[in-house]
């Protein structure tokens, strides 16, 4: 009966400890990276962190992937693009410094929270829209609800509404059970012990931004969790607005070989991922269809995040449509 007793006290004492960790790491990690820009109320009690820099007209706003960087993810972008123009970052509800929401999740939801965090922090159109992997069909889903604001777009490695029926004959992308478990256990400390050892720093970014990633890792898998749950219904919503006008677009496409990482992550072999490639090549052409104005490039040497591989080629094409938004509305820089 001791020994029982001293295992259940020692497996408490553990538990309590673990508890303290995880709350001491989210009180440093508030410390230590403090929110870059502004928090936005946006109602019902929630705030979204929301950093816009430079000035000058159209607005450039950044809307970021499946991951868990939130704003951060336009790091190595976003200042070279504020030298011309105003340029805004956010992180979307759970993700880093933003709170998270009780609302019923759907991409809706997601264009109404910038609308309103963008409205309230008294920015204004005409925005050109940047979007990266499932961000483009963020990008595309505000664009259905507030196209009266959106004057141009740059989709980088976009997600299409289309893709898990295109590539179902190739590949099934899942959740490990792992990372279920870990994100269901994130309050016992061990997700951010984890995540030192799993989250490794970005090409062109920074130790301080790849720290502040890992800071804030327990509290934005969730929601990055959530997101990946809800793809089938985010691609749902998008797969019905396919007509860009005459919006100035330019799709990115990344065209570098998957890694072994990846390749292992999406259970297809270097065959395979060669036909997966040309379909997601084939896809962003199509994407580049919806508006009469519209740019495909392939970049051979970037892989899906190419904001990290290759920021020039992002703020290159984000400049080009700024400068035509600009050359349409007869504006000047300033």
């Known amino acids: 009966m001791r020994i029982v007793l001293a295992g259940a006290a020692c497996l408490a004492f553990a538990v309590l400890a673990g508890v ?190 790849a720290q502040a990633v890992r800071a804030f890792a327990p509290k934005s898998m969730p929601t990055q969790l959530m997101e990946g749950d809800a793809m089938d219904d985010t691609l749902a919503e998008t797969r019905g607005f396919r007509s860009l006008g005459n919006r100035p677009l330019v799709v990115l496409t990344a065209m570098a070989p998957y890694t072994e990482a990846e390749l292992r992550g999406m259970k297809i072999t270097p065959a395979q991922g060669t036909q997966v490639q040309a379909i997601w090549k084939q896809m962003h052409a199509e994407m580049a269809g919806w508006s009469s104005r519209s740019v495909h490039r392939l970049l051979p040497n970037a892989g899906h995040d190419i904001q990290f591989d290759d920021p020039q080629a992002v703020i290159d094409a984000v400049l080009s449509v700024v400068t035509t938004v600009r050359s349409d509305q007869g504006a000047a820089p300033h």
């Open 20 to 209: 303290v960790y995880e709350q001491l790491g989210r009180y440093r990690a508030m410390r230590d990276f403090p929110p870059p820009g502004r928090m936005i109320d946006v109602g019902g009690g929630r705030r979204i962190q929301l950093d816009c820099r430079g000035s000058g007209s159209p607005t450039v706003v950044f809307e970021a992937g499946l991951s868990i960087d939130g704003s951060l993810s336009w790091a190595p972008v976003q200042p070279q693009v504020a030298a011309h123009t105003r340029a805004c970052s956010y992180s979307r509800a759970g993700l880093m410094w933003s709170d998270p929401s009780d609302a019923p999740y759907s991409a809706r939801q997601v264009a109404q929270d910038l609308h309103t965090a963008l409205a309230r922090a008294g920015e204004r159109g005409p925005y050109v829209l940047v979007g990266q992997s499932m961000g483009g069909l963020y990008a595309m889903n505000f664009t259905q609800h507030f196209g009266d604001e959106v004057a141009g777009l740059v989709l980088v490695d976009p997600s299409h509404p289309d893709q898990v029926a295109r590539v179902a004959a190739f590949m099934v992308e899942t959740r490990s059970l792992q990372s279920r478990i870990g994100v269901a256990l994130a309050w016992s400390g061990l997700l951010r012990a984890a995540a030192s050892a799993l989250l490794s720093q970005a090409p062109h970014q920074t130790a301080h931004d």
